[in-house]
């Protein structure tokens, strides 16, 4: 099991730009794809944004769609989700986790999950 820790979250104004990072320590990263998925306060875990194996593939939510880019260095066993132009609605505890199987927009086809960081973004 890929263990992943979260990383960049923190305290924004609205307008402001963010980097997350997603890192493994294990080399067995690079054969999985990779999801951010957020979850606001009284609300359900959604997808984000998820990165194929070799980060040839994306796919993305409507809501970020345009806006925020997953990349990833499977060299540095990380992937990063670049937020710009936050809202106030992107508030939530972001979350990577390893793709097991299925499609990569529900939280069940992912396996290994971080602990997440928060973004609160400010109006």
């Known amino acids: 099991q890929v263990r992943l820790v979260e990383s960049g979250g923190g305290l924004v104004q609205a307008g402001d730009s963010l980097r997350l990072s997603c890192a493994a320590s294990e080399r067995t990263f690079s054969n999985y794809a990779i999801g951010w998925f957020r979850q606001a306060a009284g609300k359900e875990r959604e997808f984000v944004a998820a990165?194929?194996?070799?980060?040839?593939?994306?796919n993305y939510a409507d809501s970020v769609k345009g806006r925020f880019t997953i990349s990833r260095d499977n060299a540095e066993n990380t992937v990063y989700l670049h937020m710009p132009s936050l809202q106030p609605e992107d508030t939530a505890v972001y979350s990577c986790?390893?793709?097991?199987?299925?499609?990569?927009?529900?939280?069940?086809?992912?396996?290994?999950w971080g602990q997440g960081t928060q973004v609160p973004v400010s109006s």
């Open positions: 986790a390893t793709h097991n199987s299925g499609s990569y927009y529900y939280v069940r086809s992912y396996a290994s």
């Open positions: 990165i194929s194996p070799s980060g040839g593939i994306s």
